[in-house]
């Protein structure tokens, strides 16, 4: 049964985040002119690799279960790394874990846990591996061919584990093409355990109509970008469709990893359920 092989540090996993960072991700969310749509994804990137390391971590070490790929197009193409890690394509988790970049100290209001009425203010370090750079046009094909040819590689060395992940976020059409056939060749790849998985999430600064999450056809979708991205987007497998799920997302069978006009609350959920994978041994 495609899907199903154990990850392990014998046989890794890899995820690819490929993120658009034209100049038009400094705009902000609709609704709140204090959140631009750049933070709200780099703070969802960030967390999501501290998550990974943190669900890693065995015995007082980082074992590596994910090779983790993050790309940016925007203004051109290139690796989204930060600090010692700049210039990588790709890194094994372990090293991930050992070089942040920077390290923000964030803020958290929760309930006060002594008086048990009211909150305070509980500090924390967030360790940060990539930082917001928005500018330019989006080169989505140039940066989708980038992802496949680092796929090929990865893959040739990895020939039986769960086929790697492409969580793919965007929120401008391409300026250098068409993007299906990239799209195509990429979920063509495969291991033993089956075809590589290519999921799109598109959010927007200017609502063109109701956020759509996960949908099983492109039947109501407004434009002929979004068809696009939904026929380049992999049905969820059963594993996925579970965790959604467990998330409380309405996931029907025979959804889509596809997202369009989506809110801060849909990058969240669409990176947590990209990277859901629960079989680690």
Sequence with gaps: MAYSAEITPENPTCLVFLLGQSQSMAEPFEGDQTIRKIDVVMDAMNRTLQELVVRCAKAEQVTNYYYISIIRYGGGVEPAFSGALSGRVMAPISEIAEHPAQTERRTWIVADAVSGAGTQEVHFPMPMWVNPRPRGEAHMCEALALVKVTLERW??????????????????????????????????????????????????????????????????????????????????????????MKKGLNVPTGARGFVFNGDPASVYHFFALGTTLLNLR
């Design 155 to 244: 893959l040739s060395h990895h020939r039986t584990s769960f086929p790697p992940t492409v969580l793919h976020l965007t929120d401008s059409e391409p300026s250098d093409g068409e993007p299906a056939q990239l799209g195509n060749d990429i979920t063509t790849l495969a291991t033993a355990d089956g075809p590589v998985l290519l999921f799109n999430c598109h959010i927007s600064s200017r609502r063109s109509g109701a956020k759509l999450e996960y949908p099983t056809d492109d039947s109501t979708l407004p434009s002929d970008f979004a068809r696009t991205l939904f026929r380049m987007s992999s049905h969820l497998p059963g594993v996925f469709q579970e965790a959604a």
